[in-house]
């Protein structure tokens, strides 16, 4: 109801002004624009804000993306496999300010600091209202689908675990 004031056209989106409105302190106004508006923009989606009064936290998560062949495959590939290639991709999920990757046994580090060196690519997917803890679990029960002995380098490999801690 109170939402719905400030937001009449139910466009799920305001602006801070409009937020004023809601009669929220200054204080707890910054505060839901500090913690769940984290792309710096000067609105709001309702679903940010209800994140907030619930006490969920916002964290960006993106795509760590390495070219193993080091920008060679995009000049051999239209010879090798008769289609242009960028690169062959070694993937990694960066959250919570770790960076995760299958390298035979699920691997964790700091990000972009992997014997991969630095990222070709980074790629934003977006952000997670999930916790540390959740993602814990989620690795936890991966951890026996990810062990040496099933790598496969086309079937069962880095990209396989950076869509599963993705979804």
């Not at 305001?14 to 409105?21: F, S």
């Not at 691997?107 to 972009?112: D, K, Q």
């Not at 689908?145 to 099933?150: K, N, Y």
Request: aromatic share 8%; proline share 4%; net charge negative.
């Amino acid at each position: 109801h109170t939402w719905a004031r400030v937001d009449p056209q139910g466009a799920g989106i305001v602006l801070r002004e409009e937020l004023g409105l809601m009669g929220l302190s200054s204080r707890v106004l910054d505060e839901v624009m500090n913690v769940m508006n984290i792309d710096g923009a000067a609105d709001l989606s309702y679903a940010e804000f209800c994140a907030q009064q619930l006490g969920l936290e916002q964290r960006r998560v993106e795509l760590y993306l390495y070219d193993l062949s080091r920008r060679v495959a995009q000049y051999v590939s239209p010879l090798l496999v008769g289609h242009h290639e960028e690169g062959i991709w070694h993937s990694g999920v960066v959250v919570f300010g770790r960076e995760y990757f299958y390298h035979g046994t699920i691997c964790e580090s700091e990000p972009g600091k992997t014997e991969f060196g630095a990222p070709t690519k980074v790629i934003q997917l977006g952000f997670t209202l999930r916790t540390e803890e959740e993602l814990d679990r989620l690795l936890h029960g991966l951890d026996p689908t990810f062990q040496p002995h099933l790598y496969d380098a086309l079937r069962h490999n880095c990209n396989d675990l950076s869509d599963a801690i993705a979804e």
